[in-house]
Structure formats: C-alpha cells, structure tokens
C-alpha cells in the first residue's frame, strides 16, 4: 500500500500577497532573526523598513512586526525560498523555488515586481549575478515589470547604493515617463 503524500511544509514566513497590488518585493529568504520573530527584514541591521520610507513607498518607517500593513500601501511581499531560512550561502542548493515564484506572482499580477538582492533575481531569471545591473530589467513577457535592488542586509554593506531604491519610489509615485508595463528606452 502506497504512503500518502507528505503535505509541503509552512512556509517560514507567510506571503503577503494579494490582486491588485502596485509593487511586490521579493526576499532570498527569510534570515535566522526574521524567522525567529516572524517578521520579514526583522533584523536590526537590515536597512528594509528604513529605505521603504525613505523612498517615500510607506508613510513612516514602519517596524518588521508591522510588514501586513504594507497591503494598505499597494506593497506585498515574498520570498524565493519560503521553506527554508539564513543567508544566502547557508541555503540548501534547492532552497529556491523560481516556479512556484513566477505562479503565486502571476496569481495576483502586481503592476511590477522589486527583487531586494541580486540572488533571488538571478535565479528567477536564469542569469548571474554578475550579469545583472541594479534598477529596472527584462524579464519574461508575460511577467510584471522587474527591478532589481541592492540588497538591504546589513551582511551586503559593500553593495549598498540607496539610488535604485529612490528610483523605485520615483515609479511608485508616478514621478516617472517610463512606462511600467515595458522596458526603459536605452539612454545614451
């Protein structure tokens, strides 16, 4: 007689998702203190909830514990690995999860997705992280707008450049020509 099937585990922390959503961020996974609190970017290093206000995408910066206000905001978030935890070189070689990314993105088609570390992008899109450049990006055509962002753990200091995060916020809020829907015309 056949064993049942092993039902997936929970995922560490909950997607906070939903249709209509302006913005989508996703994580590589949640870290050991974010599990622990069940709070996403709940470490007191990580520079998440400072930037998300500074680019003017949440009214004030708000606390990890806080993260299911974002809905309010037209912000959702997510991770590519939602069954494991820890940096990114502490993660089983199958911690990410890019289809079951692109089928819970598609469910709820938010008008752009914002990747919070070049990793989860690189997996997602089949390229390498060195391939990839912080801002906006090509991305599959039946598939939100993507942006790639430095990653705001306090472990990614050297990369940390706050200017994507701002031309996000600039997007957000309309302040922008480009067309989110598409790729940004080349610049000189």
Not at 166 to 181: K, M, N, S, V
């Amino acid at each position: 007689m056949p064993l049942p099937p092993i039902p997936d585990p929970a995922p560490v922390l909950p997607d906070l998702l939903a249709p209509g959503l302006r913005l989508v961020f996703c994580g590589s996974a949640p870290g050991a203190v974010s599990a622990a609190r069940g709070a996403y970017y709940a470490h007191p290093g990580n520079r998440f909830w400072r930037i998300l206000h500074e680019a003017g995408l949440t009214p004030r910066r708000l606390a990890p514990a806080e993260y299911p206000l974002l809905l309010g905001f037209g912000i959702g978030l997510t991770d590519m690995a939602k069954h494991a935890s820890g940096n990114d070189d502490e993660l089983p070689p199958d911690a990410y999860d890019p289809a079951a990314f692109a089928a819970r993105i598609r469910a709820v088609r938010p008008a752009a997705v914002a990747f919070t570390a070049k990793a989860p992008a690189a997996a997602f899109l089949g390229r390498r992280t060195s391939a990839l450049a912080y801002g906006r990006t090509s991305g599959p055509a039946d598939f939100p707008p993507v942006w790639v962002l430095p990653s705001t753990s306090g472990q990614a200091s050297r990369f940390w450049d706050a200017r994507p995060w701002h031309a996000l916020g600039a997007w957000f809020h309309g302040a922008t020509t480009e067309d989110p829907r598409h790729e940004p015309a080349s610049r000189p």
